[in-house]
């Protein structure tokens, strides 16, 4: 991820996962002193990765909350953004963006067969949501499912295609509909959050019908 040690870089992975932290907080995720996450932090504000603002919550004094910089977050994966933007502009300026989303959604049915040959269709749906979020970190997106009263959320944590993404919402269709392809026609899919509306993650309520 970055030449950083691998406590710093689990103090930037728990930043991504979990968004803003307090001191404490962070501590308490590192099983270290508050000392201890305050060096950790102030070396990685001034490798400009993360920065602190003071915030009130309720009564008493404000809070020091810490989050991760836009460089912070371009230390996770980006898969090739700079060449894939690039053919994705000139794939709309030459052929159009009709063509373009074919290509996605053609892109999208590799997944598809592809995910498909790594879960069982008769599997139960929560072992099919643990083996996708399996498949979708090993691809970047960080991805692990929690149980809710009526199903479960997909929560992704990263995305590694995120510039190429902002530059066509073909590829969050594509995805949308690979998931309901892969976990059949017995389930609801809503996109909850979206890293490209401002939120910290992509979430997906999945609720089985009937």
Known sequence: MNNLSQDYNTTLEILKKEG???LKQLASALAITTEGARFQLQKLSGEGLVKSE???????????????????HAQFPNAHAGITIKLIEK???????KALDAIIFATGDDNILKYNAAINR????EEK???????????????????EEDGYLLVENHCPICDAAKSCQGFCKSELRTFKNVLGDQVAIERTSHI???AKR????????G
């Open 20 to 22: 803003t932290q307090t």
């Open 202 to 209: 992509c979430a997906y309520k999945i609720t089985p019908i």
């Open 129 to 147: 949501l643990n083996e996708l979020a399996s498949i979708r970190t090993e691809e970047g997106y960080m991805a692990h499912i929690s149980k």
């Open 122 to 125: 008769d599997a139960s749906l």
């Open 54 to 72: 003071s915030k009130s919550q309720g009564r008493g004094r404000p809070q020091q909350i810490w989050s991760l910089t836009e460089k912070g």
């Open 91 to 97: 794939i709309k300026e030459t052929l159009g963006e």
């Open 196 to 198: 490209l509306t401002g």
